[in-house]
């Protein structure tokens, strides 16, 4: 792949949303390295806003997809979703143990002087 110089914002902008954000893929449509587009997303907000767009959009056509098994009843989409969307309804595996509003569990330890 050889090396062009001088890709511009609109290029990666363009490149990423055939890609729904996903840099290598642009970054090879664009024949330039992913840190091209990386470092170009560190200076452009257009650029760094599009691969965030993209990204979710793409998180919503997931989600679109999982809500089509859920509704077929595929008990891996609905395990998938009780355990994180209804975690907070206790579909865990594990629990999370924290003081009151999220705030830290203090323990405090007294020792029996007479033991």
């Not at 650029?47 to 859920?70: G, K, P």
């Not at 209804?86 to 509003?101: F, K, L, N, P």
């Amino acid at each position: 792949m050889g090396r062009r110089i001088g890709f511009t914002s609109e290029a990666m902008i363009e490149a990423l949303k055939k890609t729904n954000g996903l840099v290598s893929l642009a970054a090879k449509n664009l024949g330039c390295a992913p840190k091209t587009i990386y470092h170009r997303a560190h200076e452009v907000q257009a650029v760094q806003q599009a691969i965030d767009d993209c990204r979710e959009e793409l998180v919503d056509m997931a989600e679109l997809a999982l809500r089509s098994c859920i509704l077929k009843q595929e008990p891996w989409a609905v395990a998938l979703t009780l355990k994180t969307m209804g975690r907070h309804r206790g579909y865990v595996e594990r629990q999370e143990i924290t003081g009151a509003d999220g705030s830290d569990v203090v323990i405090r330890v007294v020792y029996d002087k007479d033991v």
